[in-house]
């Protein structure tokens, strides 16, 4: 499956955002899909996930209660809703998937096969 995550920006603190990550090649609801997300400097930090074949979400403790994860599939699309951006936030996000992971290793970077290019997200105080 290919992955191609959009929908970064410029935005101030306290707006909002809308990831996108649109999938080619294989219908992503068989894949369970997650964003992280990276600052310069940091290591890579789980945001989001959905499992595959459902709606099971999870969430990293400092997103918790600001970012909504959910599928459409009929645009073969997940979406990453952020509220409440804090300069905190600004980074670049990954989408990634697979489609074996089991939930024990749903925040693991390295559990994922599939990853889409970033998309750079500036939160200004």
């Known amino acids: 499956v290919q992955l191609q995550a959009s929908g970064g920006g410029l935005v101030q603190s306290g707006g909002s955002l809308r990831l996108s990550c649109a999938a080619s090649g294989r219908t992503l609801s068989g894949y369970s899909v997650a964003w992280f997300r990276q600052a310069p400097g940091k290591e890579r930090e789980f945001v989001a996930a959905?499992?595959?074949?459902?709606?099971?979400?999870y969430y990293g403790a400092s997103v918790k209660g600001r970012v909504t994860i959910a599928r459409d599939n009929a645009k073969n699309t997940v979406y990453l809703q952020m509220n409440s951006l804090k300069p905190d936030d600004t980074a670049e996000y990954y989408c990634?998937?697979?489609?074996?992971?089991?939930?024990?290793?749903?925040?693991?970077?390295?559990?994922?096969?599939?990853w889409g290019q970033g998309t750079l997200v500036t939160v200004s105080s």
């Open positions: 959905i499992k595959r074949n459902g709606d099971a979400t």
């Open positions: 990634a998937a697979d489609k074996t992971l089991i939930t024990s290793s749903i925040m693991n970077g390295e559990a994922y096969d599939y």
